[in-house]
């Protein structure tokens, strides 16, 4: 079954650090998205990729987060410099856009010390 | 007034009980309608979409309402793995989607 992968499972980064957070979507899906879920807390949406750029995005994606698709395969999320509320389970997500169904990856946790 | 609201719970439940779950979203445009499970510190998995006939897959069954904004699930027969939280997700016609907080459920034996 075609699935949605991620990388690292886990990261732990100094603030003020780079991170990039790396997903393979399922390859004949069309929209991609990045989410994230601070412990205990709602999955809140982020950004929105589709046609090789963004569709939309949240409140939360500001100038510190960037997206990129830069080889037709891979979908990254980089965070220029992290602060200790970037702390969170970051998830993947993709959809072909026909039913809709959204397809997560299992998930990158990042913790900022 | 929250994009998708739910009531967080938890909902504690015998075994064999019949539990219902309600969500209710802000945005009158939305064009799909699902219910996903998450357990502890996993990713969120489809349960089913929901429909406007309503739609049945073995003991769950979703229905929706447009008109009132709300969708519902319903699970039968409750099992101890069927202990989870439960997301309530409305994607929009531009194909964001938006989680609701989450209905914890425990099945107790």
């Known amino acids: 079954e075609p699935e949605v992968t991620q990388t690292p499972s886990h990261q732990v980064t100094q603030m003020g650090q780079e991170v990039i957070l790396r997903c393979v979507p399922i390859s004949n899906h069309l929209y991609f998205y990045w989410y994230r879920q601070i412990l205990g807390q709602k999955v809140e949406f982020l950004v929105s990729?589709?046609?090789?750029?963004?569709?939309?995005k949240s409140e939360i994606f500001d100038d510190q987060f960037s997206v990129e698709r830069p080889d037709g395969s891979n979908f990254t999320l980089k965070i220029r410099s992290t602060k200790l509320e970037d702390s969170a389970m970051y998830f993947c997500?993709?959809?072909?856009?026909?039913?809709?169904?959204?397809?997560f990856g299992e998930g990158s946790r990042l913790t900022v010390l | 007034r929250k994009e998708v609201e739910q009531d967080p719970g938890p909902f504690n439940v015998p075994e064999g009980a019949t539990v219902a779950f309600n969500c209710t979203y802000s945005n009158s445009a939305s064009q799909s309608f699902f219910w996903y499970r998450q357990d502890c510190r996993k990713e969120p998995k489809l349960l089913m979409s929901v429909y406007s006939s309503g739609n049945e897959d073995g003991r769950f069954t979703a229905q929706l309402n447009r008109a009132s904004q709300y969708i519902s699930l319903l699970i039968r027969d409750s099992k101890l793995s069927d202990s989870a939280t439960y997301l309530c997700?409305?994607?929009?016609?531009?194909?964001?989607?938006?989680f609701g907080t989450g209905t914890r459920l425990k099945v107790l034996a």
């Open positions: 997700v409305v994607g929009e016609r531009t194909y964001k989607y938006i």
């Open positions: 997500a993709s959809t072909s856009g026909g039913t809709g169904e959204l397809f």
């Open positions: 990729f589709y046609n090789n750029e963004i569709s939309e």
